[in-house]
C-alpha cells in the first residue's frame, strides 16, 4: 500500500521512456496503473534495475497524480519542521520543503500574518480532498516526551499566541512548551521568533512550561538598567512608582509588579533615584 507523505521502500517493476514505475514489493506489476507509481526519469538512478528495491517519498504532482520521488523532503507525514515561506497568494501559503512542488499553507491553517521570507514551524497533514498541506496548529503534532528538566535552557520557535494561556513554542521544533502570559511582559516575541528560554516547571501531562526571563537574582540588573534608560527617557522623572496599577507599570516597562517594585527598591537603596510625590526622580 502507498503512504501518502512518507517515505518508504518500493521495487521498481518498470522502465519506461520518462520514468520507472515502483509498486509495493508484495504486489509486483499485478493489479494495473493503480498499483504502480511513477518515479520521473530525472530522479532514476543509473544502477536501478527492473525488481530492485529503492526508498522514496511520495506525495502527489501539479495534476494530483501520486508520484515518488529520491528528493529528501524537509518534512513529513505528521511531523513538525521550520520551513521558509516563499510566496502569499490568494488561497494562502506556499512553503519550501525540498521539493519541486511547493507546499500550500491554506490561510485557515494560518495563526499569524506571514510574510514572504519567515521560517514558520507547521505540520504536514493530509487534507479532506487527501492532498498534503501545512498546518501552524501544530499543538497536536508536538511530542511531550522530552528530554529536559527545571532549569535547562533550550531553544525553540513561538508559534501561536493565545491572550488568555500564553505564548506556545516548539521546543527544538518537536517538543510541546508554552510561555505563560505572566511571562510575556514586554518581551516582544511574535509567531515564527525563534526564542531561548528556561524551564521552570515539567508539568504533568509532559509539556514544559518556560520563561525568557532570567532568574530573579539574574534578572536584577537588567532590570535596574532599564529603569535608569526609561527615566532618561522621560527627563530624569518617572511619572508612577511602585505603587502604580500593574497594568500600567506593565504597559510603561515590560515587567511585572513585583519585578518593577524589586529594581526600584535597589535602585532607591543605592541612592540613585529618589521617590516622592507618585513620582521617581534621578538623583
Do not use: C
Request: overall charge negative.
Amino acid at each position: 500500500m502507498f503512504r501518502l507523505g512518507e517515505k518508504q521502500t518500493l521495487k521498481a517493476v518498470k522502465k519506461v521512456d520518462f520514468g520507472m514505475y515502483l509498486a509495493d514489493p508484495d504486489d509486483g506489476e499485478a493489479g494495473g496503473p493503480d498499483s504502480r507509481v511513477l518515479l520521473p526519469a530525472k530522479q532514476v538512478p543509473d544502477y536501478l534495475r527492473a525488481g530492485e528495491p529503492i526508498e522514496v517519498f511520495l506525495y502527489k504532482d501539479s495534476e494530483d497524480r501520486m508520484i515518488a520521488t529520491t528528493n529528501e523532503p524537509k518534512i513529513t507525514l505528521h511531523s513538525v519542521a521550520r520551513l521558509k515561506v516563499l510566496s502569499v497568494t490568494k488561497i494562502g501559503a506556499f512553503l519550501d520543503w525540498g521539493l519541486e512542488k511547493d507546499l500550500l499553507l491554506p490561510y485557515a491553517q494560518q495563526t499569524g500574518r506571514l510574510r514572504e521570507g519567515d521560517e514558520i514551524p507547521v505540520a504536514l497533514y493530509i487534507d479532506k480532498s487527501n492532498r498534503l498541506a501545512a498546518t501552524m496548529k501544530i499543538y497536536p503534532y508536538l511530542s511531550t516526551e522530552s528530554p529536559y528538566n527545571v532549569g535547562d535552557d533550550v531553544e525553540g520557535t513561538a508559534y501561536e499566541l493565545k491572550d488568555k494561556f500564553g505564548l506556545f513554542v516548539a521546543v527544538d521544533d518537536k517538543y510541546s512548551a508554552i510561555i505563560p502570559k505572566t511571562e510575556l511582559f514586554g518581551e516582544g516575541i511574535r509567531e515564527g521568533s525563534r526564542i531561548r528560554a528556561r524551564v521552570t516547571k515539567v508539568r504533568d501531562d509532559g509539556r514544559l512550561n518556560l520563561s525568557v526571563r532570567e532568574k530573579a537574582y539574574l534578572q536584577m540588573e537588567p532590570d535596574m538598567e532599564k529603569i535608569l534608560e526609561l527615566l532618561d527617557s522621560y527627563d530624569g522623572v518617572l511619572p508612577f512608582t511602585e505603587k502604580a496599577d500593574p497594568e500600567v507599570i506593565k504597559r510603561e516597562t515590560g515587567m511585572s509588579k513585583n519585578e518593577f517594585k524589586r529594581a526600584v527598591g535597589h535602585l532607591y537603596k543605592e541612592r540613585k533615584i529618589k521617590i516622592e510625590n507618585g513620582k521617581i526622580s534621578l538623583i
